[in-house]
């Protein structure tokens, strides 16, 4: 396999040759390549780096797992970067990667602390119940397969963080996709990225359930082709049952966009709309917070201390996500707002004030540029925008 050197953070890898990967588009395909590395997803490893010093400055010492570990990146990232890491494990079970994973961990002088283990994921976290207090699955497509094993691996107050690329079937293009894999409806709408999201958390939760533990989401993000979230534990069916409550289903109006929240599962559904037309349903999912405004502080502070600069895209995406913790769920957007009110499109920062001086809450949303997340009912956004 030929090879190259990069640098990621301060870590040094050995990877593919990245150009012998490239599509026609000009873009790079690392599916392609025989050990997969996406220079892509630099991003999101910068915030996972900055999230694991958060949880280990708070715990006094971190343990982590990299079970689908590709090259090794991600566990020799928080290895290397942060600091209280007191055990990495990175796996993976292609022979190539393991191998290039072992020499990446000579490469950074971190073989008294990284164990490189080359088995199936399951297999690696169900010999380790409990060992783990930071669990990253980031595999091809869908996380579902490894949640189980996950959860069973998973220390008191760990925290797991997941990546889901199957975004199409999240989000209502491949809806027997999702019931196969999920157990729950999704629906193509405006807010399709943030439905995919929560029918993605929705399952996690309820697989954790028959471990009596409660998975939290403190942070998730729509990010080009992925989704991303961290969730934290608590032990205990109580924790787990109060969280469950929070299950539920959206439903859509498509002729006026009215939504309506149900809690429950195998509940009776609203089936008419106030405007005399039918609902559709999105479910089971959470319809809790997404995020914790607090804890994205500390994670988007912990980067400004390693020399990240206010408008880089990490700072910017952890502010979006702060901005919007406090909101309820689902968005609107103001095109689809404008065209349906038929006014011109508004620009969000002229609603700011006119959401919030009524009392209303008002943010932007990370997911989409022109998406706003308010609790105003649907009369009074519909006026609102009328008067903008
Ligand atoms: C998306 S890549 C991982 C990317 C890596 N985490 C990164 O940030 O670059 C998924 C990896 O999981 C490995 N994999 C897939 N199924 C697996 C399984 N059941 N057990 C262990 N590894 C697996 C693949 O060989 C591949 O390297
Ligand atoms: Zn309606």
């Excluded at 709309?273 to 988007?300: K, Q, S, Y």
């Amino acid at each position: 396999m030929l090879t190259q050197l990069v640098n990621e953070g301060q870590t040094k890898l050995e990877v593919p040759k990245l150009e012998r990967f490239q599509t026609r588009a000009g873009d790079y395909a690392p599916s392609l390549a025989p050990v997969f590395y996406n220079p892509h997803m630099e991003l999101c490893r910068d915030i996972s780096v900055s999230v694991v010093q958060v949880l280990a400055d708070e715990l006094g010492g971190i343990r982590v797992c990299d079970p689908l570990a590709g090259v090794g990146v991600r566990g020799l990232r928080y290895a290397k970067e942060v600091k209280g890491v007191t055990r990495v494990v990175v796996n993976d079970r292609s022979q190539k990667a393991f191998e290039l994973a072992k020499r990446n961990v000579e490469l950074n002088g971190l073989a008294s602390l990284v164990e490189v283990r080359n088995e199936d994921a399951n297999v690696l976290l169900w010999e380790n119940r409990g060992r783990f207090d930071f669990i990253d699955i980031d595999p091809f497509g869908s996380p579902a397969p490894f949640i189980d094993a996950a959860c069973a691996a998973l220390a008191r107050k760990g925290t797991l963080a997941i990546t889901a690329t199957d975004t199409a079937p999240l989000s209502g293009t491949h809806v027997k996709a999702c019931l196969r894999r999920y157990s729950a409806r999704p629906l193509k709408t405006e807010y399709c990225h943030e439905l995919g999201i929560r029918i993605l958390i929705g399952f996690v939760q309820r697989v954790a359930g028959r471990h009596e533990l409660a998975l939290a989401p403190v942070l998730v993000h729509a990010t080009r082709h992925y989704f991303r979230g961290y969730l934290r534990a608590r032990k205990g069916a109580r924790a787990a049952n109060e969280l469950l409550a929070q299950q539920g289903y959206v439903s859509h109006c498509n002729a006026c966009g009215r939504r309506r929240f149900t809690q429950g599962v195998a509940v009776e559904l609203p089936s008419t709309c106030e405007c005399g037309d039918r609902f559709v349903h999105a479910g089971p999912l959470w319809l809790g917070r997404l995020m914790d405004r607090t804890f994205i502080n500390a994670v988007a502070g912990n980067l400004v201390r390693s020399n990240f600069k206010f408008g880089q895209k990490e700072l910017v995406l952890l502010n979006q996500c702060a901005e919007e913790a406090d909101g309820p769920p689902t968005f609107y957007d103001v095109h689809e707002l404008a065209g349906r009110t038929g006014v011109s499109p508004p620009k969000i920062v002229e609603l700011i004030p006119k959401f919030r001086k009524q009392g209303y809450f008002f943010s932007r949303t990370h997911f989409s540029g022109t998406g706003f997340r308010t609790d105003a009912p649907m009369d009074e956004i519909v006026e609102i925008f009328k008067r903008a």
